[in-house]
């Protein structure tokens, strides 16, 4: 049985607004540039922003007096001006198969903004564990089997807003230096494992239509002195915005995988809709031309089975004709329910025929083992609960409010 762990942050009867902004998520540039706002001569700062980096991406430290070996002025003068604050958790949900999602509030960008709400999901394996990241707020692209898809977009993340997201997993399951994991026995385990070990870019929004900000926190997170994770962990998942796939590998260096989820362009223009405009063979034709591509850096081609829609030997048979030429390998995920859908998963024998005829053909073609589907946590689950935590919180004020009129002297 999942358990869910609702913040007491989330009761809508808010704190006082800190106004200093937080430093955790910043570029080394953006270090500079606040050590700058504070009059940190030039000659330090570059000393600095290496001291400031250790201590928040290495350390994971959340107070500025840890920083042991940066002068006790300069800390003090941090303190007045910044924090090290995370963004709010507002609840936590943990699935019987370890399984965890976050939703995570995080602070307003201007006054426009009533702080970006998203979902975070970390999936622990015996020798790793995977986080799936955000890049937007809700999605643009309305793909009809995908429950994210169906929550508009809001707004981009910045890249501090996606750095954050490992931060906050990192400190949840004790992946800090000193810090304790938590006593349920699902984390990774080994000499040298760490709890995090790789990044996916497949929670809600399209990376490629943030591409700046995923660059720049791509940047940050495989920093070998901070976060250190390595670029061949980290996977960025694109539906197909075939104009910036040539520059994720130019200037990202990630791996690359693609929701392709059809053969044909009449179907795939109604599953995935950008295939409009982008259609398969401008879509392949790119990944055939991907910076960096070779057999030991392969594209995932992620292909969701659905009862008699893309699931017949003829659609096996087609997707392999398809990819020849393109060191790949095909992920293939069982359809994961959620409620209104009109879609229902493959039968389990017709997935393990499918995925006979592209092994055959020398594709590995795994089945993806759907994690986290009691808590809406598997692929193309993620949708924020913002509205059903609200309403709880609303009701639970009101009670209180109710409760305290009625204890009070008549």
């Not at 000659?43 to 940066?70: A, K, P, S």
């Amino acid at each position: 049985m999942s358990s869910i762990a609702l913040d007491p942050a989330a009761h809508p009867v808010a704190a006082s607004p800190d106004s200093r902004p937080s430093l955790l998520g910043l570029t080394r540039a953006g270090l500079a540039q606040a050590l700058a706002s504070i009059d940190v001569p030039e000659r330090e700062i570059r000393m600095r922003v290496t001291q400031l980096w250790h201590w928040i991406y290495f350390q994971g430290v959340t107070d500025f007096g840890l920083m042991t070996n940066v002068a006790k002025a300069l800390r003090a003068r941090l303190a007045e001006h910044f924090t090290l604050a995370r963004p709010e958790v507002i609840a936590e949900q943990v699935s019987k198969d370890g399984t965890r999602k976050w939703l995570i509030r995080m602070p307003p960008v201007d006054a426009r903004d009533r702080g970006a709400e998203i979902e975070c999901v970390y999936i622990p394996e015996r020798d790793r564990g995977t986080l799936c990241v955000s890049s937007q707020v809700g999605c643009t692209l309305t793909c009809t089997f995908c429950h994210t898809g169906t929550q508009k977009l809001v707004r981009n993340l910045t890249a501090q807003e996606i750095v954050q997201q490992l931060v906050v997993a990192r400190d949840r399951i004790g992946d800090f230096p000193g810090m304790t994991p938590p006593t349920d026995g699902l984390l990774p385990s080994g000499e040298g494992v760490r709890a995090v070990s790789n990044i996916v870019f497949m929670g809600m929004g399209e990376p490629l239509y943030n591409f700046d900000q995923v660059r720049d926190a791509i940047a940050v997170l495989s920093d070998g002195d901070g976060l250190s994770l390595s670029k061949r962990r980290i996977t960025v998942s694109t539906s197909g915005v075939v104009p910036e796939i040539p520059s994720l590998g130019a200037e990202m260096g990630t791996m690359l995988a693609i929701s392709l989820h059809a053969v044909r362009d009449e179907l795939r223009d109604k599953l995935v809709p950008l295939n409009k405009k982008y259609p398969i063979k401008d879509l392949l034709d790119a990944c055939r031309n991907y910076p960096g591509l070779s057999n030991a850096r392969r594209i995932t081609f992620e292909y969701v089975m659905l009862k008699g829609v893309n699931d017949s030997p003829a659609d096996a048979r087609e997707l392999v004709r398809l990819l020849k030429g393109i060191p790949a390998k095909i992920n293939l995920i069982p359809f994961n329910p959620w409620p209104g859908t009109q879609y229902e998963c493959s039968d389990w024998g017709v997935i393990e025929r499918f995925s006979e005829i592209v092994f055959n053909a020398g594709y590995a073609s795994p089945v993806r083992t759907p994690r986290g589907r009691d808590i809406l946590a598997a692929c193309g689950q993620l949708k924020s609960e913002t509205e059903k935590i609200r309403a709880r919180a609303r009701l639970m004020l009101e009670e209180a409010e109710a409760a305290e009129g009625e204890s009070a002297p008549q």
